[in-house]
Structure formats: C-alpha cells, structure tokens
C-alpha cells in the first residue's frame, strides 16, 4: 500500500518568513495530493490540493509543488501569520478499486508561527 | 447543507462497555470514512465504504464495526472498550469519482477508563 513520510515533524517561523514542509509517497500511481489544516482541537480542513498532471498551484500565499520523477511534493506558505499557526498533514491518493479509494495522511507538521 | 455532522463530541465509557459513533452527511456522498487521531498523531484508517451496503477494513480495524444502510448513515460501533481505544474519531466522506478531498466531521472525543 501506500506509505507517505512527512518533515519536519515541528517547525518554527517568525511571522513573515516563508514555511515549507515536504512529503514523499511511495506509490507511482498515486495521482491527488491534497492538504489539510487542522487547528487545536478542531477537524481536518482542506486548504489546497494538486493533482498528477500540473506540477505547481498556488493559492494567494499557499502553494504546493509536485514532483512525479522524485514521489515528492511540497507545501509553501509565505508572509506567515500567527493564525497559519496549526498542524499541517499532506497526503496521497490514487483512484481505484479497493484501498486505492482512500487518503493516506503523513504524520503531520506543527507549525508555529512566533510574534 | 450540514456537511458532515458526528454525535456525541465527547464520550467517556468504562472498560468493556459498548457505544455507536454516529456519522451523516447530506452531501450525497458515496465514500464515508472513520478515522482515529491519537494525541500528537496523524489520522489511522479504521474502516471505510463506498457505498450503502459495501464497506471494507482500513489499517486498524480491531475491535470496531461498522454498517451502511444508506448514503447518508456510516455508524461506527465499539464493542468492549478498551483504554487503547481512547482517541479522537473523525469521520469524512467525499464524492465517489476522480480526486475529490475529505470533507470531515467535528469529531468524537472518547476517553475509555
């Protein structure tokens, strides 16, 4: 099955710098990456997600790339703010019949934005 | 248009006590998922369905049930709790097809002593 690996597991910014997060996939045919944020205590939440056949989206100060050749994609947030601060978890998909129709979630991300 | 709404949002059971999670969405979602959080931890798979009547183990499926007898419904059933069983459960759902994202309840916060 899939296996996704997220880094770092804690990152810390200023507010204003640039934070990014990686993650590698293990299966070839997966072909959807989605995103999620999810706050202190609340629900996952999709923030933005690219697909197989585009290698990068952006979304005002989100964006995330994908590399196919090395199974590697990538959230950037740029001008960082106190309330980006939450637990950021990528993950990876392929369509299909049987486990192929679920998200497989890396570990998660804390990111802490700093006054 | 609810979303996807989970009961209770906190639960807390003795050892070798029984409960259902109750999961539903108006979406008109084909795909329903349960998922459990443990604290500082990502999201475990533990059972899913692509539709009323079909439903399939995800990673970590012992000692839990689930049924779907309509779109809407996806229950998740714990037969005598156990203290590993204490988590957060979210359940999500998205449309069946190419690529869509989770959209996720607010999930159950059950606490087995």
């Known amino acids: 099955g899939e296996n996704v690996e997220q880094h770092p597991s804690t990152l810390s910014v200023q507010e204003g710098d640039s934070a990014v997060i990686k993650c590698t996939y293990s299966?070839?045919?997966?072909?959807?990456f989605p995103w999620y944020k999810q706050e202190l205590g609340k629900r996952p939440q999709l923030i933005i997600d690219?697909?197989?056949?585009?290698g990068e989206k952006k979304d005002q100060r989100i964006a995330v790339t994908l590399n196919k050749t090395a199974k590697h994609f990538s959230l950037h947030i740029t001008e960082t703010q106190p309330e980006d601060s939450a637990v950021y978890f990528c993950?990876?998909?392929?369509?299909?019949?049987?486990?192929?129709?679920?998200?497989?979630f890396g570990s998660g991300t804390q990111l802490t934005v700093l006054p | 248009n609810a979303g996807v709404t989970q009961t209770p949002k906190f639960r807390i059971l003795k050892i070798g006590q029984s409960m259902t999670l109750q999961c539903t969405q108006d979406?008109?979602?084909?795909?329903m998922y349960w998922y459990r959080q443990d604290p500082g931890m990502g999201l475990k798979l533990i059972y899913y369905?692509?539709?009323?009547?079909?439903?399939d183990k995800g990673e970590v499926p012992n000692g839990y049930n689930v049924s779907r007898s309509t779109t809407e419904d996806f229950p998740l059933r714990l037969e005598l709790a156990a203290p590993s069983q204490t988590s957060v459960y979210f359940c999500?759902?998205?449309?069946?097809?190419?690529?869509?994202?989770?959209?996720f309840g607010s999930g159950t916060r059950l606490t087995v002593v």
């Open positions: 999500a759902s998205r449309y069946a097809g190419r690529n869509y994202g989770y959209t």
């Open positions: 299966d070839s045919a997966s072909n959807y």
């Open positions: 690219i697909r197989s056949n585009v």
């Open positions: 993950a990876a998909q392929r369509e299909g019949s049987g486990s192929a129709r679920q998200l497989t």
């Open positions: 979406m008109n979602h084909n795909y």
């Open positions: 369905s692509v539709g009323a009547g079909i439903t």
